[in-house]
């Protein structure tokens, strides 16, 4: 049974990243600043003498000796959870089943809806055939813990803001955006909507608040920007953010707002240093992969982003005549 993580487990993580894997899953940030590496002790170390921090951590251990590390939590909201990381001993693959069945139950007792999980699935997050197996098979007992995938989605990075910029050919700032506002909900969820493919709406939840708290953000630090069609409605929404690494963007826009995508691509690099450029792009938007590609940007990692959903409670009763026999 897994456990949270708790202060005394400190020494036993040193020993622990010795013989673990590679990560098997990852967030959004995570897969855009190159996908899942080593295990980071000192990071953990931390978490593991943080109250708060460790509270969305598990681990899997005997006698003292830890086999698996689980961090998962709420994206935006309660409602939906993600498994940001998973870290397993390189001998025990076996249990990535019954770590993903078992975080579904704290996850459901704090009201979530759903849990989310990104899995690589091209191989190149990972380095050797045996790692690239040992995630095949977490994709797989997914499957089992009846996670079901969402849609595809692919990394594409550019070594060069600058140089993208100009193969767009068009000046920065040729688009005026403003500052996202909590006024602006209803209409993003209504874009998402009429942008989104039905089966992924219906897994990822149809409802405004699922919607909200499924949303997937770049950082604390990052920006959010509207661009406004002539009428005044939403045409497209961007996420920017740059660090020391490099700089990221995620995009999405209206049926209107597409016309101008290079402009908001431009708008997207605008002002980032001369830094590494990455994005994550769904297999259904097609039109950016292939203006990603002719400026420069390569296609690097891929992953399937995956579901299941969660019983939820019951919070009234009605009474109701039943027939006895």
Not at 78 to 104: C, F, H, M, N
Not at 111 to 119: C, L, P, Q, S, Y
Not at 213 to 239: H, N, T, Y
């Amino acid at each position: 049974m897994i456990r949270h993580l708790h202060p005394t487990d400190s020494p036993g993580l040193l020993q622990f990243s010795q013989s673990a894997g590679r990560g098997e899953t990852c967030t959004l940030v995570g897969a855009l600043h190159g996908g899942p590496g080593g295990f980071p002790t000192v990071k953990y170390a931390g978490i593991a003498l943080s109250p708060r921090a460790w509270q969305s951590c598990w681990v899997e251990a005997r006698r003292g000796r830890i086999d698996a590390l689980l961090r998962a939590g709420p994206r935006s909201g309660p409602q939906a959870w993600e498994v940001g990381e998973l870290y397993l001993r390189k001998s025990k693959a076996d249990l990535t089943l019954d770590l993903l069945e078992q975080i579904a139950i704290p996850a459901g007792g704090a009201g979530a809806h759903r849990i989310f999980v990104r899995i690589p699935v091209s191989g190149r997050a990972h380095s050797s055939a045996n790692s690239l197996q040992m995630n095949n098979n977490v994709y797989d007992d997914a499957r089992k813990a009846g996670f079901s995938t969402i849609f595809r989605e692919t990394v594409y990075r550019c070594e060069s803001a600058h140089s993208a910029i100009k193969k767009l050919g068009i000046p920065d700032h040729s688009l005026q955006l403003r500052p996202r506002i909590e006024s602006d909900d209803l209409a993003l969820f209504r874009m998402y909507n009429a942008t989104t493919p039905i089966e992924t709406r219906m897994k990822s939840g149809q409802t405004p608040q699922d919607w909200a708290a499924g949303v997937e953000r770049l950082g604390r630090k990052a920006s959010d920007w509207i661009f406004e069609l002539p009428d005044g409605s939403v045409g497209a929404q961007m996420q920017r953010s740059t660090t020391r690494s490099g700089h990221t963007f995620s995009l999405n826009w209206s049926t209107e707002g597409g016309t101008e995508l290079p402009g908001l691509i431009a708008a997207a690099l605008a002002e980032c240093k001369d830094v590494p450029v990455s994005t994550t792009v769904p297999e259904y938007r097609p039109a950016l992969a292939h203006l990603l590609v002719t400026l420069g940007f390569e296609e690097k990692e891929q992953y399937k982003v995956m579901v299941k959903p969660l019983a939820q409670t019951v919070s009234e009763t009605q009474r109701a005549f039943a027939a006895i026999s």
